[in-house]
C-alpha cells in the first residue's frame, strides 16, 4: 500500500508557482483612479448622512416610541419569511435539478415574475383577496415576502446545486441506505450552505429594507417606522437608516467569514454572494492533483 | 512488479490484521444476482433490450460495450437509481426490482468521485452505518477497520479534496464495502484515474472481492480492465447481451463478429467461403471456426488476429511493410495486402527489425480454424 501512497502522494504535488513576483504586486495608477472614484461615490453621501445625523443621534434611536416595536415585527417577518423561504426553495430547487432539469430554464423565468412585477401591483391584488384571518395579522406579509425572495433566493440556491455533483451524492447516499430526508440533512445542505447563507441574508435584507407593501398593508415596520419619524426628527431617522446599513453590512460579512470557514474546510477555494457556478458540461471528475 | 506485490501484500496484512469483522459478515456471503429480460426506453431510444444475465455468488462479472450500449442503464437499474419498463431484478432469489436503492443493501463506486465533501473519510465510510443507527464509537471502529483494509488509516481524518483521486476511490470502496452488501455494484471507478493508479487500484478492488466473496457487477468501457478483473465478461451492444464468457473464451471464440472487433484487435482479410467448412484467403484454404458462419456462402470476410497471422520476407510476397509499431517482445507490423487490404501482423521484435518499411513480406493464415463474417 506504500506504493500506491507514494505514487499518489506524488501526484498530489502542487505545481511550482511560475508567475513573477513583480507582476503580481503591480497595481496600476488608472486602477487607483477608479477605486478612490467608486469609494468616494458610495462613501461621500454615507458620510454626509453621517455629519447630517451626528453621532449623538444613534442612542437616541433607540429611546423614540414605536421603535422597538417597529424593529420587532421587522425581525419577526425576517425570521418567518427566511425559514418559509428556504422549506419551500430548498425542495423545490432540489426536485428541479435532479427530476426536472429541463424545467430549469422556465424556472428562472418564472421566479423572475416578482421583480418585473411592481410590488404596489403584487400587494393591492394580495389585499383584495386575501382571507380576512390573514389581513389581520402582520405575517400576511411573511407570505408577500417569500415570493419578493424567490428570486434572489432561487438563484443562491440553484447556483450552489450546480457548483456539486448533485445527482451523484445523492445516489451514493441513497445506496448507503439513506432515505430522502436523511440525504437532504446531512448530504445535500451542508454541501449547499453558501448558497444557503446567501439565500438567508438575501432574503433577510430584503424584508428589512421594504418599505411600499408593508405601507399599503398599513403595518409599521422599521422601514416606515424610519419614513414615518422623519418628519419629527430628521438627524434620528437618518441614523436608524445608518443603522439599518451596518446590520445589513454585518449580516454579508457574516456570510463571507462562515462561509468562508466551511468552504476552506472542505476544499472550497472563494465564498461569494452570488456564486457564478460552471456550465454544465458534464459530472464533475477532474482528479484534484 | 515490485510495486504491485508489495500493495497486494500489504492490504492482505491489513485485511488480517482488521478485516475480520467484515469478512465474517460479507466473507462469502455474496448473493446470488439474477437479470431476467430487463427493458428500458428513454423516449425513442431503447437503452436495454431484453437483457438477461445471471450472476453466481462471489462471481465478478464485468458487462463491457461501447458508449450509449446499456451497460451503465443495466447497473443503475440494479442499484435501483432506475426502474425496468419490464423485466425483473432478483437477489438470492427474491425479486426486488420495485425495491428503493436505499433498502436494497448493495454498495457502489460510482465513476466521479462520489465523497460526500463535507466529511471526513471515516464519516465517509461511517455514513452507511449511522444510516443503520450503529452506535458512533462501534461506527468508527468499524470504519477504521475498512479505511485499514484499504490501506488509509493515515487518512482517515482528511476531507476528500485533500486526497488525491486513486485514495478517494479506495475511500469510497471502503465505504461501499462498510454496509456490508450483498452485491457490490462499480460503475466504471477507475476510468477518471491516471494509467498507474488504475492499475493498482484494479488490483486491489479484485483481491478485495475475492476475499470477501461479494457478488460483483462492474461496468466498464475499458476491455483490458473487463478481461483482466473480471470472472465472466458481457459484451453489450444496442441494449442486448452479445456474449457472456470467461475473458480467455471471449477472446479466443468470440460468438459474433461484434465481439471479435470489439475485444482485442481484429484483422479483416476477404476469402471466399469453399463448402460448409473451409475458406480461402490468403492464397490458402483453412477450416472454418463452426459457430460463426451458419448460412454464410460465396464472399465472406476471415476474421483473424494480428498474433495469428504468419510473416515472412518474400521477394514478390502477397504484401508490403508500410508501418511498425514497436509493443516490446513482439512489434505490431501494418502489411499492405495487394488486394488494398492493411492488416497487422504481431511478430517478434528480433525478426521484424529484418523488415523495414517496404519490404515485400508473404502473410498467410494459421492452420487453426478461423472465425467468418459477412464481407463489409
Known sequence: MAAVADVEAGAQAPAPATRPAGRRRSFPVWRWVILLLAGAYFLIPLYAALRFAGLKAFPDIFRQAGFTDAISLSLRLAVVTTILTLVLMVPTTVYVHLRLPQVRRSMEGITILPIVIPPIV???????????????????????????????????????????????????????????????????????????????VLTVALVLGEFTMASLAL????????????????????????????????????????????????????????????RETGQTTGEPE | MTTNAGMTASTGAAAKAGGGAVRAAAGGAGAPVALHDLSRSFGAVRALDGLSLDIAPGELVALLGPSGCGKTTALRIVAGFEYADSGTVSVDGREVSRVPAAKRDMGMVFQSYSLFPNMTALDNVGFGLRMRKLRAADRNRRAGELLDLVGLTDQAR????????????????????????????????????????????????????????????????????????????????????????????LYAEPATAFVAEFVGTMNRVPGHRQGQDEVAALGTVVPVHGSTAPGLSGDVDVMVRPESLRIAVQPGGNGIVTDRTFLGSVTRVSVLLSGGVTVKVDHLTTEADAMPLGTSVQVSLPGEPVLVTERR
Do not use: C
Open chain 1, 122 to 200: 403584487l400587494i393591492i391584488g394580495v389585499l383584495k383577496v386575501a382571507p380576512g384571518f390573514l389581513l389581520s395579522t402582520p405575517y400576511l406579509l411573511a407570505l408577500v415576502y417569500v415570493i419578493l425572495a424567490m428570486p434572489f433566493a432561487y438563484r443562491s440556491l440553484d447556483a450552489g446545486l450546480r457548483a456539486v455533483d448533485l445527482k451523484t451524492l445523492v445516489e451514493a447516499s441513497n445506496s448507503l441506505g439513506a432515505g430522502w430526508p436523511a440525504t437532504l440533512w446531512r448530504v445535500v445542505l451542508p454541501n449547499i450552505r453558501t448558497a444557503l447563507l446567501s439565500a438567508t
Open chain 1, 219 to 278: 403595518y409599521v415596520t422599521f422601514p416606515v417606522w424610519i419614513v414615518q419619524f422623519e418628519q419629527n426628527s430628521g438627524p434620528v431617522s437618518v441614523a436608524a437608516s445608518l443603522l439599518a446599513l451596518f446590520v445589513t453590512w454585518l449580516l454579508l460579512m457574516l456570510i463571507v467569514t462562515v462561509g468562508g470557514r466551511g468552504a476552506r474546510k472542505r476544499g472550497g477555494a472563494q465564498v461569494a454572494l452570488f456564486t457564478v457556478a460552471p
Open chain 2, 158 to 249: 482528511k476531507y476528500p479534496h485533500q486526497m488525491s483521486g486513486g485514495q478517494q476511490q479506495r475511500v469510497a470502496l471502503a465505504r461501499a464495502l462498510a454496509i456490508e452488501p450483498r452485491v457490490l455494484l462499480l460503475d466504471e471507478p477507475l476510468s477518471a484515474l491516471d494509467a498507474k493508479v488504475r492499475l493498482q487500484l484494479r488490483e486491489q478492488i479484485r483481491s478485495l472481492q475475492q476475499r470477501l466473496g461479494i457478488t460483483t457487477l462492474f461496468v466498464t468501457h475499458d476491455q483490458e480492465e473487463a478481461l483482466s478483473m473480471a470472472d465472466r465478461v458481457g459484451v453489450m451492444k444496442d441494449g442486448r447481451l452479445e456474449q457472456v464468457a470467461v475473458p480467455s473464451q
